[in-house]
């Protein structure tokens, strides 16, 4: 048995790659780097890798982090700058017995040292919307924080390991040296090869609060199907959030457990793509249900024709 799951429509063909490896044996560490390298060199994708959108002071800022779930070794990088691929960083730092999280000028000497690519990661695209939505937002007085949209992905191999892995710039507009979620173990993923895994995707500052992909592994462990645990683990958590902090912002969890079997919560309109065994490769998408319950439904024609025209639109 194999599969992977991972967050939103970008990850699609990154678990298409992912799914060749996985069919002919190969590792799940292997098809977590291969997923996420393929969104972080999409230059049309705005919050992960190249073409990721930048901190309010216009410099590219990414997180990223890897773990394997038969030894629980992580490796992680945050506010790291003009390097090629924070996730094989991070997996290349998982290896490491200490430091093996990173930050800011220290994670880009260690990337460089090991021979990792330097790159200057900020497109002229993504530049151009960060000077738009800074004169929008002088000119309006808006609310500068807007997109945060993580690639998670979970893998199980047929050897029964499973691996996890996040990248992401991070909130547009963040302030210089603000993390997220995505590199947080407990927080932006979690996996344990003898339970199942799970990744996040969403606002970081709120994610990080309930430790939910830890949380929904922790459930998968008492013996909750990955739905029923990403169902109690997000709509609890979301609720007690808005009775005790007053709100809570957008997020959504993905999970997949040892016996591939899948499942996600979102409080907001949340794509993912998932290959299994079992299931071809398929984006759906996933809304709020009634009563603590998640409404899965395969993405629509229009919905991706919609989406390819709007990742690409003149800006
Ligand atoms: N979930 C990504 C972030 O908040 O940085």
New binding site residues.
Partial sequence: MWGMIATWRMAHDGVLAAKAILEQQGSCQDAVETAIKAVEDYPFYKSVGYGGLPNEEGVLEM?AAFMDGDTFKIGAVAGIVDVENPISVARSLSEEKFNSFRIGQGAVAYALAEGFQPKEMLTPRAKTIWEKRKAEIAANNLDPYDG?D?VGVVALDEHQSMAAGTS?S??FMKKSGR????PLSGS?FYVDSEIGGAA??????D?MKGCLSYEIVRLMGEGLAPQEACDQAVYDFEARLKKRYGKAGAFSLIALDKQGRWGVATNVEFTFSVATTNQEPAIFMATPGPEQTTVIEPITKEWLEAYEKRIKAPV
């Fill in positions: 997180d945060h993580t992401s991070g909130l993390v997220g979620d995505s932006g996040a995707t969403g606002l970081g500052e994610l």
